[in-house]
């Protein structure tokens, strides 16, 4: 891929929330919930004060002006915990 330098492959271990639970329950019986901790892997597209975007998957590597993306996310730095580079693909 063109510009590898410029996007490298990452991991990112990240903390996010839990889904909501459904229904009515009770604030007496309470207990709270692990925070969801997840873990990501791709290229670096952006990496911001704000946030860091990741693309999992890319396309037409050969072509540089026409690279193709999919599966991208957007996670806020302020939730990430550990960034990793990925030196090996074994």
Not at 4 to 25: F, I, Y
Not at 37 to 48: A, E, F, N, T
Request: neutral net charge; glycine residues 8%.
């Amino acid at each position: 891929m063109h510009g590898r330098a410029s996007c490298p492959l990452v991991l990112v271990e990240w903390e996010d929330s839990r889904q909501p639970t459904s229904g009515w329950s009770y604030v007496q019986g309470f207990t709270p919930v692990n925070i969801c901790r997840c873990v990501s892997v791709g290229w670096l597209i952006y990496d911001g004060v704000d946030k860091k975007v990741l693309a999992p998957n890319v396309g037409d590597t050969e072509d540089e002006h026409n690279v193709q993306m999919s599966g991208v996310i957007h996670i806020p730095t302020r939730c990430v915990t550990r960034v990793t580079r990925v030196t090996s693909l074994r």
